[in-house]
């Protein structure tokens, strides 16, 4: 008897969302971990990034806290998911591409995104859109053109196992 494909795979969203949560891992931000995963329309991935601080800044030695004078937080250090995988996106323009990210981007990356000519932002969570910044985001996503997705879940949890024998 012939055997038949699987069905249970994950869908092509979960995939690249899969890549961005797992970007988000690589994060030392000990209150926010978020990922980003560029796609591009032959859904290859040329981008990835977390948030962290730029390459040769020492996280042992910037701060990480939230709160007080804003040279002793992480905000004037910190590179968000979205700006660092544009920044490590691997040689091609971004022209058409569309950007994964666990969190709806600030206003900032919304700049960026759309400088970069990114077309479709896909994200999971937009906890913050009562802020300013994400108002902001929204009114230059629309005034651009861009698309916003918020993912749909059907599976809340995908697990991965190192074991070489379950492979």
């Known amino acids: 008897m012939k055997q038949k494909k699987r069905t249970s795979y994950i869908s092509w969203d979960e995939y690249f969302m ?3 949560l797992l970007s988000a891992m690589r994060s030392k931000d000990p209150s926010t971990q978020v990922g980003a995963c560029i796609v591009n329309e032959h859904k290859k ?31 004037p250090f910190v590179c968000h998911a979205e700006l660092n995988a544009i920044l490590n996106s691997v040689g091609r323009g971004l022209s058409g591409c569309t950007i994964y990210v666990a969190l709806f981007p600030c206003n900032e990356c919304a700049k960026a995104i759309i400088q970069s000519g990114i077309i479709e932002v896909v994200y999971l969570s937009d906890k913050y859109k009562d802020t300013d910044q994400v108002k902001a985001s929204k009114i ?28």
């Open 18 to 20: 899969g890549i961005a």
């Open 45 to 75: 991935i040329v981008g990835t990034g977390y948030n962290g601080f730029p390459t040769g800044c020492d996280d042992d030695y910037l701060p990480w806290d939230r709160e007080g004078n804003f040279l002793e937080t992480k905000y």
């Open 140 to 167: 230059m996503f629309s005034q651009s053109g861009i698309k916003l997705r918020q993912m749909s879940i059907t599976d809340q949890k995908i697990c991965i196992s190192f074991k070489v024998d379950e492979v």
